[in-house]
T-cell receptor
Framework: DAMVIQNPRYQVTQFGKPVTLSCSQT?????MYWYQQKSSQAPKLLFH???????NEADTPDNFQSRRPNTSFCFLDIRSPGLGDAAMYLC???????????FGPGTRLTVL | QKEVEQDPGPLSVPEGAIVSLNCTYS??????FMWYRQYSRKGPELLMY????GNKEDGRFTAQVDKSSKYISLFIRDSQPSDSATYLC???????????FGSGTRLLVRP
């Protein structure tokens, strides 16, 4: 089945220790998104790629970076995680900018 | 005022009830409307996608859009305990990739 896959599902890191989350998709969609979702809140868009074009949201902290080495994969790098970065990180894809978005299962990040 | 308003609930109903979930929005540029279901500690699952006023039905789910009133609804017929989850509405405009989410309504279907 075509899908969005995220690894790992659970990630524990220490305060200030860099962490990388990964997302892959078999949908062959052009657009990939990274969202942050905190408890009982709506997902918050961090950035997205349309193909190789990177688009950062204005309020995304510099601590968050992303890479998309090819169509199928996208990575979220958190350079120096703080306690406030503990959240669920969701990857989503869409065929184009206006289509519906399909989400992966998420990676739950804990910062100690 | 938020662009999208959604009652957070929780909404508790008995099994078999018809559930009505609603969102209102203020931006008339919104053209595409989605409903997602999110189980605890899981990613959102797309339930319905619509882009015009009117009704769209899929199994037990009906999505309704009223652009003149800036109001969207999701109806769930014959609700089941497995429908217990948080339901998020989301929308975007013709020239925008960015989904604007409601805050989500938590639904509990009691056996």
């Amino acid at each position: 089945d075509a899908m969005v896959i995220q690894n790992p599902r659970y990630q524990v890191t220490q305060f200030g220790k860099p962490v990388t989350l990964s997302c892959s998709q078999t949908l062959n969609h052009n657009v990939m998104y990274w969202y942050q979702q905190k408890s009982s809140q709506a997902p918050k868009l961090l950035f997205h790629y349309y193909d190789k074009d990177f688009n950062n949201e204005a309020d995304t902290p510099d601590n968050f970076q992303s890479r998309r080495p090819n169509t199928s994969f996208c990575f979220l790098d958190i350079r120096s995680p703080g306690l406030g970065d503990a959240a669920m990180y969701l990857c989503a894809t869409s065929r184009d900018s206006l289509g519906e978005q399909f989400f992966g299962p998420g990676t739950r990040l804990t910062v100690l | 005022q938020k662009e999208v308003e959604q009652d957070p609930g929780p909404l508790s109903v008995p099994e078999g009830a018809i559930v009505s979930l609603n969102c209102t929005y203020s931006n008339s540029a919104f053209q595409y409307f989605m409903w997602y279901r999110q189980y605890s500690r899981k990613g959102p699952e797309l339930l319905m996608y619509t882009y015009s006023s009117g009704n769209k039905e899929d199994g037990r789910f009906t999505a309704q859009v009223d652009k003149s009133s800036k109001y969207i609804s999701l109806f769930i017929r014959d609700s089941q305990p497995s429908d217990s989850a948080t339901y998020l509405c989301a929308m975007n405009g013709r020239s925008s990739y960015k989904l604007i989410f409601g805050s989500g309504t938590r639904l509990l279907v009691r056996p």
